[in-house]
């Protein structure tokens, strides 16, 4: 015979029934907190047009992204590839069916894309995306963008988290101080830099500032302000101190202040609920959550025009953002005239999954796959085994029946695999119609 | 600007939000059915390599597998493709795992596979298929083809369609048969005319035997045994009749008869719980079901062994087959030596739902993506929206907020866009903490 390969391509995510069932419990948990809020899910190909996919994209998306080759019987069509976000595909949909949709549009997209990314641990080439985006028709008020984070904040309470912490901050702030400082030329180097300032040492960044050429005045200002962040009422009015006259900057002033107000409310319902113990429905658990100014997140390269979020985990400042995201000015620019401003977020499920692994925060054995699993001693008892399962099921009940002619103790075996409890029918439990319950972790026996 | 073409691939379903929420409640509601029998849900990646994917396919699936490019940093991987199926990456996933997993192997598969045909109406290239299949470890006991059916009867309880009737039948008939009368050198051939025969006239199928040299009274007896169908009681005997000493076609007798046992027995319960009116919990309604013997099922060239099934709309007999399966002798013989027989099912969800709509049997129409929508007068009352609106979620309800800036009539437009009932607020209701719910379709009133 010849010898296969039998595992999974590197970078691809695989996970056993038990671990997979967790795993549909987080995604399903986020849906509903995100879908409660009054998003509508939609769900586009997989595969579309590269032109599409890479119209606005550069750099490592234009090097990773995956391209399909077209059969014998598709080769009409244009060329195509996987999708590596769910933005991009978004922005078609939206202006495809524009006239079918209301505005503001709030949408959920929780699906699989790719990226063909060298092998790394914890980098995944195809991984879950669960976004949360709302787009306006011409206009979107600065509210929408605390919605989204609060829809946000809402779908990662169903994580097994110790806490976390979102930090805000808007892009018109740095852009002015730049205006201001004469460095918006520089912009994007600077974007880069500050990225990347929390992962080095203070210095680091302050002579990759140097080597840009700007004077130390500037670079102190600028240094200065990455390290404003905390409460709403600690970081407005050393905002407001910068006293520019930038009109971009105090937008951007203006535009936190709305955001975090909305927010910080939120957070005090939400940690009231969780003080008085009474359990949430939006998830099973209040997760502690804390909400901060933090003139460091700039998000990096990407097309962010406004506010910008990312999450941490404070215990684990290693794991880096698990939810970030912000508001964009124009969604689709490329693909029509109607300006169609936008603000969504988006947690990278596949891989923070792997983080809760890795950390022992999930586990695969919390779920058995079958409330009930049903014993018949013999072909005679089906019958009553399957009528029961129905019965069962009707309950809400997960049931599955031992059907194998194998030994009553091997079939009790398998039921201790799969299930929480057993119950065992032979020809005395069919002339009843009475049945026992046994408790497969306590060996306990009731009556159903 | 550049003009782009931003509908979708021709060959990929895209819903509107509306159709969408339909969707994805009909795929819930399937899920749901087969995880109450204990099958236990799983995912494999999207990518496979091309190597295991081809390893017993020929024929169209070959010209059809959407082959991936790979990225300069995935350069030294294995040749990859879109899984086309999820019966293979099952076999690889299964021999990568065997180790870890319960057998008999209850396992779900709901995702997106890939085909690359020739663009036509209702054919998908991109395509959702629902899979519960059973694997044994060395042997499967034959009421496990029953169980795989009855869990795949009850996931069709949820599917907006005037009736089903599932059509059954087993290998070893006709193969018996075809041993008896010398022809199963030629097995291939007739297998595949009579899997066409129903949509022929009854002499173009005698011809196209005639055309493989086999004899008329040879003919006579194939067209016997193909047109023999109905309950158990008429069948059964029918096929005894037949008289064979021949081993495989007596088993075949023997494993369709307690297939046929088992599920008319399960159609007497669900019609029974039919009849009173007590609704089942395994699906919203129950659909007028029919199981019968058919010996015109064969399946065509695919790779079963035993118990083969298919499943039609009686009304509207040219869709075709929704749901279809049936028992294979060895799921993974490329891959390893141990045996491992299996059976199970598909629906293919996007072509049905596809369908569904033609029939106008799914509305978009029917589901509102918000249960309430929450209008505040402006902004001064956002605080009382926020705050009522996650009252209301804890509630399990799902709520929006106007936070547009427009005027007071336009955002209850919105609101009738996307909700089924209103809540305006103003500074009265900030200030009495009374609210009135406007329902969006009678116009009534009521307090909250």
New interface residues.
Partial sequence: ??K??????????????GL??EF?RLKSGIAEAI???????????????T??LL?KAGGDTE????????????AD??D?A?RFDHTVPLA??T???MN?????F??SQIG?N?R????QKGRF??FYQCDADIIGWGTL?I??DA?AI?ALI?AMQVLPLPSIKVRVSNRKLLNGLLEELNLNGQSKEIFDIIDHAEKVPHEATISALTELGIGSEDIDKVMKFIAINGSRDEVIPRLREFGFGNTGFNEGVAELDEVLT?LE??LE?LSG?GVSGEP???ASRVLPTSVVADMMIVRGLDYYTGTVFETIVPEHREIGSICGGGRYENLAS??T?QKLPGVGGSIGLTRLFYILQNYGLVEASSIK??DV?LVPFS?AE??TA??L??KL?????????A???KRLGDKMK?AA???DSAIAIGQDEVRSGKFMVKDLTTGEVTEL
């Fill in positions: 015979m010849k296969y390969n039998t595992s999974p391509i590197s970078g691809m995510q695989e996970l056993l029934p997979q069932a549909n879908h409660a809020h009054g998003f509508q899910n939609i769900e586009t190909p997989t595969i579309d047009r032109e599409i119209a090097k990773q992204i995956y391209k399909v080759v077209k059969t014998a019987e598709t069509d244009a195509q996987l078609r949909y202006v495809e069916h079918d949709l209301a505005f503001p709030k949408v699989r790719f063909g990314e060298r092998a080439r195809e008020p509210a929408y919605e609060a809402d909305i409310r939120k319902r609920s949430s429905t939006e490329n693909y005239e796959p079958v699993c072909a089906f019958a399957e009528e399962a129905e099921r009707k309950d809400g009940r997960r049931v599955d029946i059907m194998t002619d398998y695999k799969v299930a």
